[in-house]
């Protein structure tokens, strides 16, 4: 359904723009429609038309919630509240270097956490504290405590989930 729903307008802006272009430019085309085109030529102008306008946000629309679980919490499942605030911490301080595909993240520098193997939450705050691996390519103790902590967490849980 979501190729459909991708491919569609694409399929329909071309027949628009053949008839367009095989009528001589907009102003004959316009005219074709509306004076010379059969009933049938006209009902099917209507239905592209009430196709862009209805038909392709109404799937999408009705796509939305698949796409949403690619930003947030795993499918079918809620974050607790201290995964929610470790996510928008991750979101602040770490998602410009580290890809991390639940929070929507696509870092440039950093190790992909949704590739790097067995993701845990004793391994994600070890390196919050040391800096990465400890070789001065991340900022040791970026986050303290309980921030932390709640990184780690969620981390731990979405890491390589999506």
Do not use: K, W
Not at 57 to 76: F, T
Not at 91 to 116: K, M, Q, V, W
Request: with cysteine; hydrophobic share 45%.
């Amino acid at each position: 359904m979501e190729v459909v729903a991708f491919i569609l307008p694409f399929v329909l802006l071309g027949a628009l723009v053949l008839f367009v272009a095989f009528s001589g430019g907009p102003g004959q085309a316009r005219e074709a429609y509306l004076t010379r085109g059969s009933r049938l030529f006209q009902i099917s102008m209507v239905a592209i038309y009430v196709g862009f306008v209805l038909v392709v946000p109404g799937l999408v629309l009705a796509n939305r919630d698949e796409a949403a679980g690619s930003i947030g919490a795993l499918r079918g499942q809620e974050l607790t509240a201290s995964e929610e605030r470790g996510r928008q911490l991750f979101r602040e301080r770490c998602a410009s270097c580290h890809t991390l595909a639940a929070a929507g993240a696509r870092g440039a520098t950093g190790p992909n956490l949704d590739r790097i193997g067995e993701v845990t939450t004793e391994r994600i705050l070890n390196a919050i504290d040391n800096g990465g691996t400890g070789q001065g390519l991340m900022p040791a103790d970026i986050l303290e405590g309980q921030d932390a902590q709640d990184v780690a967490d969620y981390v731990a849980r979405v890491a390589g989930a999506n």
